[in-house]
């Protein structure tokens, strides 16, 4: 599984962005989607994630900011971000789950850099 993440860019606090990340290769079985994001010195930290079935979780502080969804005709996830602040600045990685026989395997895209300036 190859995960091509982007639209990242610089955006002005109140601002707006849409990350994509697009799926690609053996995408069978592949469970839930999700965004991560690391700032500088930071630990990398979960963002939101959707599973299969639609259902989303949000981490509390982008609860009623961003909006996750997939688009599995196309293969895609996209990661909705409105009101922007300083410190959503980070490095935002797609991450897929897929079930496999016996196991479970993690990918990773990779990254797409989010500013946003005061």
């Known amino acids: 599984v190859q995960l091509q993440a982007s639209g990242g860019g610089l955006v002005q606090a109140g601002g707006s962005l849409r990350l994509s990340c697009a799926a690609s290769?053996?995408?069978?079985?592949?469970?839930?989607m999700t965004w991560y994001r690391q700032a500088p010195e930071k630990q990398r930290e979960l963002v939101a994630d959707i599973t299969s079935g639609g259902s989303t979780n949000y981490a509390d502080p982008v609860k009623g900011r961003f909006t996750i969804s997939r688009d599995d005709a196309k293969n895609m996830v996209y990661l909705q971000m409105n009101s922007l602040k300083p410190e959503d600045t980070a490095v935002y990685y797609c991450?897929?789950?897929?079930?496999?026989?016996?196991?479970?395997?993690?990918?990773w895209g990779q990254g797409t850099q989010v500013t946003v300036s005061s």
């Open positions: 290769g053996s995408i069978r079985s592949i469970n839930a």
């Open positions: 991450n897929a789950e897929q079930k496999r026989a016996t196991s479970v395997v993690y990918y």
